[in-house]
């Protein structure tokens, strides 16, 4: 098998932090999102090739996967022109010659994967009912539970089970007949869409399985990423609390991640806290946030906030979302 990972895109709903770092490594409970999607393809096992579609920090994304997956062979292509989830997948197309599983790792799942290993259908697309299904790509089905359409963002609710971004196509020579006839079409909302590969697949005979995952949890806008480093979080083991920051004055309320070489001192830390390696918390409170690396927080309160690495906050009472190396100086 095969897997593609489409991840060029500039993660614009994630700004600054996405202007110098790749959305899908941004991270939650100390972890870049794309690993825990990672992970589940290693423990899956039977993968001869990863194909990564890089473009915007291509070069963050293939050091990171050299040094963290270099069990799992890797080929890199780059996305020059950004023209959709369609064209990124096309630029797989002389590498593929077996059955391909897609994922997009911008998001975490709940599924079991090896469902794969047994399947008969022609692809399988992974889906969970959301009611806010004018955000995503949709799936009708039929009454034997087989995909009969995928609609990119309805104005109406034709259906609540959102596209997650991870498929199975075991027909991958039906599949990219669909991406090249879409790619000879005026392009849809702007761009090349994915889904319309699976919409030609389906109307030339193919069946979808569709399965609902337990759990879907976005990183594509701060509310979101926020709300999935609470999960993990609450996944996590206990963590040990450091001696120092026990005897510091300090606060701690679970759940919480802190990196070594944190230091923080006459502080209120949690709940849904992930602090990174060597930032400094002064006398502040700081809840439902995630804290990069070297930041260094005085003199504030803080919540919903995401603190890019080396920034430096003070003297702030505000929901904050700060880049790497910013400043924010209030009167606190």
């Known amino acids: 098998m095969k897997v593609i990972i489409p991840l060029a895109g500039k993660g614009t709903r994630l700004r600054p932090h996405t202007h110098t ?9 100390g972890k870049p999102v794309m690993d825990y999607v990672l992970d589940d393809v290693r423990k899956l096992g039977g993968v001869d090739q990863i194909i990564y579609i890089t473009g915007h920090l291509r070069v963050a994304v293939e050091r990171h996967v050299r040094e963290q997956f270099a069990d799992m062979p890797a080929t890199f292509i780059e996305q020059v022109v950004q023209d959709g989830t369609a064209g990124a997948v096309a630029l797989a197309k002389s590498q593929v010659d077996q059955p391909v599983l897609i994922i997009f790792v911008d998001t975490i799942f709940d599924t079991d994967l090896s469902v794969i290993k047994t399947s008969t259908a022609d692809g399988i697309i992974w889906t ?4 806010d299904y004018q955000r995503f790509g949709v799936v009708v089905t039929d009454t034997n539970g087989h995909m009969t359409k995928i609609i990119e963002k309805p104005s109406t609710p034709i259906s609540k089970r959102a596209n997650i971004g991870l498929y199975y ?23 090349y869409y994915l889904t319309d590969a699976f919409q030609y697949m389906i109307d030339h005979g193919a069946k979808f399985k569709v399965i609902d995952v337990d759990g879907w949890f976005d990183a594509g806008k701060l509310d979101t990423l926020l709300e999935t480093n609470h999960e993990m979080l609450r996944r996590r ?4 609390m450091p001696v120092a920051l026990a005897g510091s004055g300090n606060t701690i309320i679970p759940p919480v991640y802190i990196e070594d ?5 006459r502080s209120t830390i949690g709940p849904n806290v992930t602090i990174g390696p060597g930032a400094v918390i002064h006398d502040s409170t700081v809840s439902h946030a995630i804290i ?16 890019g690495d080396h920034a430096v906050i003070e003297g702030v009472q505000v929901s904050v979302s700060v880049g790497d190396h910013g400043e924010v100086r209030g009167t606190l």
């Open 21 to 29: 770092v790749p959305k899908p490594m941004l991270k939650v409970a």
């Open 128 to 131: 969970k009912e959301v009611e």
């Open 169 to 191: 196509i075991r027909n991958w020579k039906l599949l990219f007949e669909g991406i090249d006839h879409v790619l000879a079409q005026p392009k849809n909302k702007g761009e």
């Open 237 to 240: 083991e206990p963590q040990a």
């Open 261 to 265: 070489g944190a230091l923080i001192e």
């Open 292 to 307: 990069g690396t070297a930041a260094v927080i005085t003199k504030s309160r803080l919540t919903m906030s995401l603190i």
